[in-house]
């Protein structure tokens, strides 16, 4: 499958293709994917929806998490995950990029580039990661306007309206806050941060038939729990957002010290994956034969590298 031959891309949009998903029976489980590489992979294990996250964004341009990335930034990440992977993908929409005209413009955006459904939250900027202290939050009024706004301004696009308002307003305001925004046209619901099984099950059983939004992140304020476990709670939708990154990050750190230590790289082979795997990953093969005039790839034989190097 390569995004380049038409009849391997998906007939239907997106965001229908993640709708029929989250009214199958069963959680969605959604990895976090914050690139092409990574979003193949996940799909080669058998994931059939991925998640983009501004933190994962963010961190792989070498920035915090601050609401610093722009629409279109997001939009280069979003036109290399789904053309690679062909997945429906759920993007992180910090707070919309501004006010009204704003939400509406990053829903056009992300929907002309390829995202299936986008998550919008109702801090206020500069945001902050929703696991970290003292977020400031918009009146929840101004939240419900940004939600009507970007349901009037998509197509197809899946609107999930996300509050962090367990922390400052307890559950009772998060709850609210929730169903302001589901009147106001929200598909489903993420209610970001909370801290207890007790907690996740009574924002469930308060809001009734409404789709909603599990973050498993790692280090963070929530318990970890499984997939299964939130599905057992209410929940339709599960993500890891950023922990793709976490792990290529640290075997990078890995990497580096090891090249900085013995001057060769030799020791983290095991580490690598190799041409091969590489090359079957990124569907190597399939774009050499759509075009006669490349000569079919032969990749080095296995060994001959430490051959070499015993010989010597």
């Keep these: 499958m390569t995004y380049l031959s038409g009849h391997d891309v998906p007939a239907a949009p997106a965001g229908t293709r993640f709708r029929s998903q989250l009214g199958q029976k069963g959680i969605m489980r959604i990895p976090g994917a914050h690139n ?5 992979q996940a799909k080669d294990a058998g994931f059939d929806a991925l998640y983009l996250s501004g933190a994962a964004m963010s961190a792989s341009m070498g920035l915090p998490d601050l609401g610093i990335i722009t629409i279109e930034d997001v939009c280069f990440f979003i036109r290399q995950i789904t053309r690679a992977s062909g997945l429906p993908l759920l993007v992180d929409g910090d707070t919309g990029y501004g006010e009204t005209l704003n939400v509406m413009h990053m829903v056009r955006a992300f929907e002309d580039a390829g995202a299936g459904a986008v998550h919008i939250e109702d801090q206020i900027l ?3 990661c929703g696991h970290l202290n003292d977020k ?3 009146a929840p009024h101004d939240m419900a306007q940004k939600i009507a706004a970007a349901v009037k301004a998509r197509r197809d696009l899946v609107i999930i309206a996300r509050t962090d308002a367990a922390g400052s307003e307890g559950l009772e305001g998060a709850v609210a806050r929730a169903k302001l925004y589901r009147e106001a046209g929200a598909d489903a619901i993420f209610p970001e941060a909370l801290t207890s ?3 996740f099950r009574e924002f469930a059983r308060r809001l009734p038939d409404v ?3 599990a973050n498993m992140t790692e280090f963070g304020r929530s318990p970890f729990f499984t997939a299964e476990q939130f599905q057992a ?10 922990s793709s990154l976490r792990v290529a990050n640290k075997a990078q750190a890995d990497l580096y010290h090891t090249l900085a230590q013995q001057g060769s790289t030799q020791a983290m082979l095991p580490k690598m ?8 990953t990124i569907r190597y093969y399939d774009y050499e034969a759509l075009d006669a005039s490349i000569v079919a790839t032969v990749l080095p034989q296995a060994g001959v590298q430490q051959h070499s190097r015993n010989a010597a």
Aim: charge should be positive; charged fraction near 25%.
């Design 36 to 40: 092409g590489q990574a979003a193949l």
């Design 126 to 128: 500069p945001k902050k």
């Design 136 to 138: 400031k939050l918009v």
């Design 197 to 199: 099984e007790e907690i």
């Design 211 to 213: 789709p909603l939004l």
């Design 233 to 242: 709670m209410g929940y339709s939708m599960v993500i890891w957002p950023v």
């Design 273 to 280: 994956q190799t041409r091969e795997e590489l090359y079957k």
